[in-house]
């Protein structure tokens, strides 16, 4: 199947090298750019993709508002492609409230051309979090400098079952199915069968959403290791 993928981002020559590197494969097909958050969501919502590329400022909007706008549609809209934000270390705040609003996660713009490649891959498939390690250095940075805006969100854990609980703290920790499968015991349809049931249960859009509720609940913790 073919990865249709949008790059936006306010700098042509980053365009244009991503397009041009991301097209070179054979399972992904570029099928739109934008040079801003506005273009971005509109060119998102006539193609259709299944992956936006996303930098975080631009002008006239900026990609967190622009990604809100994407995973959140109003009323009539659909479609909702998985949203991948660019940025660099120094970025802030933008990176976390991206994860909030249900971005998939987030790639350093200096990042190795296979790292791009593989992250489009990834986040596409829905399977794990980009560079989980980093990610997860990054939220507990944040959930441990503010309090967390979702209501009780300790509370929704007993919702989960035991087991289901487990699974959330692993994929909280950075462990893909194969390595939650492996240290549970189970078959990794199993996990995955936890996974959606965590999902649905905690009404929340993917792994990237489910790190974040972890942290939050106090499920997972700055410092710990898996």
Request: hydrophobic residues 45%.
């Amino acid at each position: 199947m073919t990865i249709r993928v949008i790059i936006v981002d306010d700098q042509a020559m980053v365009r244009a090298g991503f397009a041009a590197l991301l097209s070179a494969q054979a399972d992904i097909d570029v099928v739109g750019e934008a040079p801003d958050g506005r273009q971005g969501v509109h060119v998102s919502r006539s193609t259709h993709p299944d992956v936006v590329l996303m930098d975080v400022r631009m002008p006239e909007m900026d990609g967190l508002t622009a990604a809100r706008e994407i995973l959140d549609p109003p009323p009539g809209v659909v479609h909702r492609p998985k949203v991948l934000m660019l940025t660099t270390f120094d970025i802030d705040d933008y990176v976390y409230e991206a994860l909030r609003a249900g971005a998939s996660g987030f790639l350093l713009k200096d990042a190795p051309p296979a790292d791009l490649i593989a992250a489009v891959r990834v986040v596409a498939s829905g399977e794990a979090l980009l560079a989980p390690s980093v990610t997860r250095r990054l939220i507990a940075d944040f959930v441990q400098q503010r309090p967390a805006p979702r209501k009780d969100p300790a509370l929704r854990l007993k919702g989960l079952t035991p087991r289901e609980t487990e699974v959330l703290e692993l994929i909280a920790r950075g462990l893909s199915n194969q390595e939650i499968a492996g240290h549970l015991v189970l078959a990794e349809q199993t996990v995955k069968t936890h996974i959606g049931r965590v999902l649905a249960k905690l009404d929340l859009r993917d792994r990237a959403q489910a790190v974040v509720f972890a942290y939050e609940a106090g499920l997972v913790r700055p410092g710990d290791s898996a």
